[in-house]
């Protein structure tokens, strides 16, 4: 089955507490990003990336890194999670010819 | 930069009924895309639009795209419950660019 798998789906942390979120897709997309969602505020993008190795900043970057080693995965990194880091995270990707995106189930992350 | 309104933000409506939800960018944006997030889910892909005039059908709902006029509607014909979700916009940003920039959404209630 097509699918973009996310883990974990729900985590409570610590502020300082370093944590990844995975995302995998089994799809061979080339384009993988990361969301964050907030009430009020939508869907906006972190990072993404365009292929293997090649990253690029989002609307809000700050606080996050990502890595792109292999194609299928794309893992979110918080370096030093603080409570504005609570949110409601989607990874997706898409085929780069035609840019429908497939989302993840969703990461709901607290930092307390 | 390319910024996407949607409006309305909240619609509730009764079961039967028609309505039409707007979606206006602010840039020359390629391609056109229309979501479904049920709640505590996951978004679902609906239209990919990729053209001027293009127009798309999925049951009760139908998309359309005017370039020139930097609108799409996503139109919803005789409402059933099932359709209540949150609707979401989204356009290419910077012509090519794999980047989505997202609408801030469509709450709908259909109510019976």
């Known amino acids: 089955e097509a699918q973009v798998t996310q883990n974990p789906r729900y985590l409570i942390t610590v502020t300082g507490k370093k944590l990844t979120v995975t995302c995998s897709q089994n799809m061979n997309h080339e384009y993988m990003s990361w969301y964050r969602q907030d009430p009020g505020l939508g869907l906006r993008q972190i990072y993404y990336?365009?292929?293997?190795?090649?990253?690029d900043k989002g609307d809000v970057p700050e606080g996050y890194k990502v890595s792109r080693k292999e194609k299928r995965n794309f893992p979110l990194i918080l370096e030093s999670p603080s409570p504005n880091q609570t949110s409601l995270y989607f990874c997706?990707?898409?085929?780069?010819?035609?840019?429908?995106?497939?989302f993840g189930p969703g990461t709901r992350l607290t930092v307390l | 930069e390319l910024k996407v309104e949607q409006n309305p933000l909240f619609l509730s409506m009764q079961e039967g009924k028609n309505y039409t939800i707007y979606c206006n960018y602010s840039t020359t944006s390629d391609r056109l895309y229309w979501y479904r997030q049920d709640p505590g889910k996951s978004l679902e892909s609906l239209f990919v639009l990729l053209s001027n005039g293009a127009v798309k059908q999925e049951g009760r709902l139908m998309a359309s795209l005017d370039t020139k006029a930097r609108l799409s509607t996503l139109h919803i014909t005789a409402a059933v419950h099932d359709l209540s979700a949150t609707y979401f916009c989204a356009g290419d940003s910077q012509g090519g660019s794999e980047k989505l920039v997202f609408g801030k959404g469509t709450k709908l209630t259909v109510n019976p």
């Open positions: 997706a990707s898409g085929r780069r010819s035609y840019n429908e995106q497939f």
């Open positions: 990336s365009m292929n293997v190795e090649v990253t």
